[in-house]
């Protein structure tokens, strides 16, 4: 008999052994080009954050002639943070210093306002809600995931949350 240890004893095993280390190749090559196509975070203790213009409105956005060039809708939240931000991040800075805001079940619609290049005035496009003291699927949205740019303001209309009616037993 002939020793086979270490050596295919067949064509074939030899064949289906290259090709297990073909894929394994492979297999590190997709996760390599994973890492690269994955946007790096940001370092907030590296990258300098920005300023972000908020404006917040009870029961609905602001109107769009409200913003111009010259002048701005007047309740102005000044926010540094940085563009990787969340929504749910916004809600509670905006919580912070409104304190009608603080009841759970408020929502919170955000859209972000920039100007238009082709026709003058601006643009709102709405980006996401959120719910004080309940989770939802915008929580995890980010300013640079819906292409914010710096600049841009952020447009906040505050809900406050609808009140359960009882019936009265008289």
């Known amino acids: 008999m002939a020793d086979t240890r270490g050596r295919a004893s067949s064509p074939l095993k030899a064949r289906n052994r290259s090709r297990d280390r073909d894929r394994e190749k492979d297999k590190e090559q997709e996760k390599e080009r994973e890492k690269s196509d994955q946007k790096p975070t940001i370092d907030r203790e590296k990258t300098c954050p920005l300023l972000l213009r908020v404006f917040c409105n009870q029961g609905r956005h602001h109107r769009l002639d409200e913003y111009s060039r010259t002048a701005l809708p007047s309740n102005e939240l000044q926010v540094y943070t ?19 805001a603080r009841r759970k079940g408020t929502i919170f619609d955000f859209a972000i306002v920039f100007p238009d290049a082709r026709r003058g005035g601006f643009i709102m496009k709405e980006i996401g809600s959120t719910a004080a003291g309940r989770k939802g699927a915008d929580d995890i949205v980010t300013l640079e995931s819906k292409k914010f740019q710096i600049g841009d303001f952020i447009d906040v209309a505050i809900q406050a949350p609808r009140v359960a009616r009882r019936d009265r037993p008289y």
Do not use: R
Request: net charge negative; proline share 5%.
């Open 82 to 100: 940085w563009k990787d931000a969340t929504l749910k991040e916004l809600m509670s800075l905006v919580k912070e210093v409104n304190p009608d």
